[in-house]
């Protein structure tokens, strides 16, 4: 078993690039999304630009849910210790971010919002197009790096 993740870790370091033709109408959606704040208008924004991006990686699309909702978080003697900004799930291809801050309750910041977006989508091109069980290894964030700036980020 430590073999097949020591493989999986070692081949998510070797690849540093996404394989995406970046478009123009992607671009817009980025810097649309970057001024955005509503939940319904990043909802429609963002699944603009996961069809996108998924056109662009030859890739199935994924379903995004951008809900009102405060982030998931852990404390522990009143000091937050973790949150989740969103998650992505490989077997059904489904993004789900919420749009509010773990402990106030405010708006996600435009920056983190789109962020938050391009990790998860991350992880899916990482499940579809390179066939690994999708970690946090230094690829995967160099990955994740050059999608962004390839949209201008």
């Given at each position: ?61 994924c379903t995004l849910k951008v809900s009102d909702t405060q982030q998931y978080h852990r404390r522990v003697a ?36 789109v962020e938050t977006l391009l990790h998860e989508w991350t992880h899916h091109y990482d499940f579809l197009v ?24």
């Amino acid at each position: 078993m430590r073999r097949l993740r020591d493989d999986n870790y070692e081949r998510s370091n070797a690849v540093t690039t996404v394989e995406v033709a970046i478009t123009a109408a992607a671009r817009d959606l980025t810097d649309r999304l970057l001024r955005s704040s509503g939940t319904a208008e990043r909802q429609g924004l963002g699944e603009a630009l996961l069809d996108e991006l998924a056109d662009g990686a030859r890739v199935d699309i994924c379903t995004l849910k951008v809900s009102d909702t405060q982030q998931y978080h852990r404390r522990v003697a009143g000091r937050t210790v973790f949150k989740q900004y969103g998650y992505y799930r490989p077997q059904s291809h489904y993004i789900y971010i919420q749009n509010k801050t773990a402990v106030r309750g405010q708006i996600l910041a435009p920056r983190s919002f789109v962020e938050t977006l391009l990790h998860e989508w991350t992880h899916h091109y990482d499940f579809l197009v390179l066939k690994l069980r999708s970690i946090h290894t230094a690829g995967f964030y160099a990955r994740l790096r050059d999608l962004k700036e390839k949209l201008g980020i």
